[in-house]
């Protein structure tokens, strides 16, 4: 089977931009997460959607990050504008059900450069 | 709030030796997950062993098992016939057990260089 989605595989842009990620999780997959992982450490939670709701995002900084599962599929996550601390790998994961009894699948990740 | 703490920035092993990666977590919950993920330079998360804190045996995958002590809240990796392949970085990371808490929090990593 495919497996998650994402692109663009790199990013660069300057600060007070804005960008745009997509991913699309594995087919019949429910759950959709958005992991921040800056370098040197490991990933951190931005969002949980479950189908097209909003499961989790209290890590999400509302005033310049928004993410969107339109029909329970696809996401978008964005940011503007970008400040030079957004540099990092943005990993998009999914899982067929909500829960740890089934395994979360990771894509490659965009890997954000902000100048 | 759960953490999870990998004191071990670096390891290194020789191929075909034994090599043990620490792990250490704190949380309030009695029933979790507790996993190690392995991330090549390819950026990608792949999932190495899992374990389900209700269950005293320790995971084992082939090459890789663990050594799961609950009360100390201990979950260290053990990687057998080290292989070259198997040179990345090394998270672990822990998820709770019920609906909206099922969000991974992982550790800062281990780098894990094989020495040919």
């Known amino acids: 089977e495919a497996g998650v989605a994402q692109s663009p595989r790199y990013k660069i842009i300057e600060k007070r931009q804005s960008v745009a990620f997509w991913c699309n999780p594995i087919s019949g997959h429910a759950t959709l997460y958005w992991y921040q992982q800056i370098l040197g450490q490991g990933p951190k939670l931005l969002i949980q959607f479950q189908n097209n709701g909003v499961v989790d995002d209290s890590q999400l900084p509302k005033d310049r990050f928004s993410a969107e599962r339109l029909k329970g599929v696809d996401s978008t996550l964005k940011i503007q504008p970008a400040k030079l601390e957004d540099s990092a790998v943005y990993l998009c994961a999914s899982s067929l059900t909500p829960g740890m009894n089934t395994e979360a699948f990771f894509g490659q990740g965009t890997r954000l450069t902000v100048v | 709030a759960q953490t999870v703490t990998q004191s071990q920035p670096e390891m290194s092993v020789q191929e075909a030796e034994t090599v043990t990666l620490s792990c250490t977590y704190d949380t309030s919950e009695s029933d979790y997950y507790l996993f190690w993920y392995k991330q090549p330079p390819s950026r990608q998360m792949i999932l190495v062993i899992r374990?389900?804190?209700?269950?005293?045996q320790n995971a084992t995958e082939n090459r890789f098992s663990v050594n799961f002590q609950k009360a100390a809240k201990s979950f260290s990796l053990k990687i057998s016939d080290s292989q070259l392949g198997d040179a990345a970085m090394y998270f672990c990371?822990?998820?709770?057990?019920?609906?909206?808490?099922?969000?991974?929090?992982f550790g800062t990593g281990t780098r894990l260089t094989i020495i040919p």
């Open positions: 990371a822990y998820a709770g057990s019920n609906f909206g808490n099922e969000k991974l929090t």
């Open positions: 374990q389900e804190a209700y269950k005293q």
